[in-house]
């Protein structure tokens, strides 16, 4: 039995009442140990997040006096299984009385302070409401008629996303493979097959640096509907994140102070029960920065580079580290002007294709692409756009990412032939949504890093010392 099963079971004992012809087990981890006398043990085990006292009474406790009663017995830390009966002690504490007890795991280090780790109600609490947010997500897809699929980790190619890889060996193929960077292509294969609407749950690995909301393993959903495009995704996307907030607060409105790290004077309320705002990625860059920027279509002309880099200039931001890409000039700028208006939920919409290799060209707008990202308080959290059907249109995309590599942008994508190949038997329209699961925990549960709503993230190696060498330095020290 748990401690949260054994408290609320016997709550309605009264004050030294004991239910001697009750007998119960319970199991957990030693936080503190108080004696009373030579004859009477305090012990608080904590399982399954609560506390259970056991009072350990030497005329009562029939197993091993060693154990309770001893100098070398049970220790802070140590994992104990206990039997007795329930009751309450004379200041009408719920107490489980032991007749017998076992040790099921010594502890053989000191335990950090108690807001440390686990321990740490709130981190507990953290955690058992990612896996609501989780439980929300599942349910609503499901819902609406989505499938969840599994593909695979290792690929070929590093496609999907604009990123930098992990590189691995397969030794039995002899080749060089990827950990996956989005399972984007994968799932878009599965609507070729036939399945219209697939979403994934699952790990993303990019092989980049580390902050406050990046983490070089992170958890995303991908959603792709067939005869959908990118105002369908919005809809849903919409739809989504309203839901899954009702499931977590019983509200749409989040109280938001710490997120990303910002010091903020006061909580921000973030409404996601309205209609979200939404910025037209040009429309919106030429209003805040002043200037009139390039047809769309002409972005990436050696005049165009020149103006982009102009406005860079003019923002005092430093852009001698970028690329001359057209891509990465226009995401630097929508981080300087549009991405700080998105304190609400907002969708920044029609990106320059330029900047959107698998999305389908803007259908009235040439230049521009089918695609939004959704932002709040200045942060990503997804990205979708209408899919790219065309498997001639789709080749020479990929041609122009190989174009970009050589001069020297390592996130630009590599071409996956299959995925061209599976194209030629037609895809019907589709829209896919891509959502930052880390990121969204670190949103609803107002937490200011991505290693707050992650149980192993990745941390800089510490200096470990093998057994031997502990050896070594003891017989050196005499």
Do not use: W
Request: charged share 25%.
């Amino acid at each position: 039995m748990t401690a949260p099963e054994f408290n609320a079971k016997y709550s309605v004992l009264k004050e030294s009442e004991k239910a001697q012809d009750i007998t119960e087990s319970v199991a957990g981890r030693v936080l503190s140990i108080r004696k009373a006398g030579k004859n009477l043990v305090f012990i608080d085990l904590m399982s399954d997040g609560e506390r259970l006292q056991l009072m350990c009474d030497k005329k009562v406790f029939q197993g091993s006096h060693k154990l309770f009663f001893g100098d070398e017995g049970v220790r802070r830390g140590d994992v104990l299984g206990a039997t007795g009966y329930p009751g309450r002690n004379q200041r009408g504490e719920l107490c489980l009385f032991p007749t017998d007890a076992e040790l099921l795991a010594p502890c053989l280090k000191l335990l950090p302070k108690s807001h440390f780790g686990l321990r740490n109600h709130q981190v507990r609490r953290t955690f058992v409401q990612r896996s609501m947010i989780l439980r929300a997500l599942r349910g609503f897809l499901e819902r609406e008629g989505f499938i969840e699929v599994e593909t695979p980790m290792l690929a070929r190619e590093a496609c999907g996303a604009a990123a930098r890889p992990f590189v691995t060996h397969h030794n039995e193929l002899k080749s060089d493979m990827f950990l996956r960077v989005a399972p984007e292509l994968y799932l878009k294969r599965l609507i070729v097959g036939g399945l219209d609407r697939v979403f994934e749950i699952g790990k993303c690995f990019r092989n980049e640096g580390i902050d406050t909301t990046h983490n070089p393993e992170f958890t995303t959903v991908e959603i792709y509907q067939a005869y959908a495009d990118y105002q369908d995704m919005i809809s849903l996307c919409e739809r989504l994140l309203k839901a899954v907030c009702l499931e977590v607060h019983g509200s749409t409105v989040v109280d938001v102070l710490t997120f990303g790290s910002v010091e903020r004077q006061e909580p921000v309320k973030i409404d996601f029960g309205k209609s979200f705002k939404r910025y037209d990625f040009i429309g919106t860059l030429q209003q805040e920065c002043g200037a009139q920027l390039p047809p769309p279509h002409k972005l990436e002309e050696p005049q165009s580079l020149a103006t982009l880099k102009g406005l860079l200039t003019k923002a005092k931001v430093d852009h001698k580290g970028l690329k001359t890409a057209a891509a990465q000039l226009l995401d630097k700028l929508s981080s300087v002007y549009i991405e700080p208006l998105c304190v609400q939920p907002s969708f920044i919409t029609d990106y320059p294709l330029c900047m959107s290799p698998l999305a389908k060209q803007h259908r009235n707008i040439p230049g521009l692409s089918e695609r939004f990202e959704l932002f709040v308080l200045g942060k990503e959290l997804a990205n979708a756009y209408s899919e790219l059907n065309d498997p001639r249109e789709q080749r020479a995309r990929f041609e122009h990412q190989i174009k970009m590599k050589t001069m020297g942008d390592d996130e630009a994508q590599d071409v996956d032939l299959s995925y061209c190949e599976a194209l030629e038997y037609g895809m019907p329209p589709t829209a896919g949504y891509g959502l930052g699961i880390d990121r969204l925990c670190m949103l609803l549960l107002d937490q200011p890093s991505i290693r707050e709503v992650q149980f192993f993230p990745t941390l800089a190696r510490t200096q470990v010392t093998t057994l031997d060498e502990a050896v070594e330095q003891l017989v050196k020290k005499g």
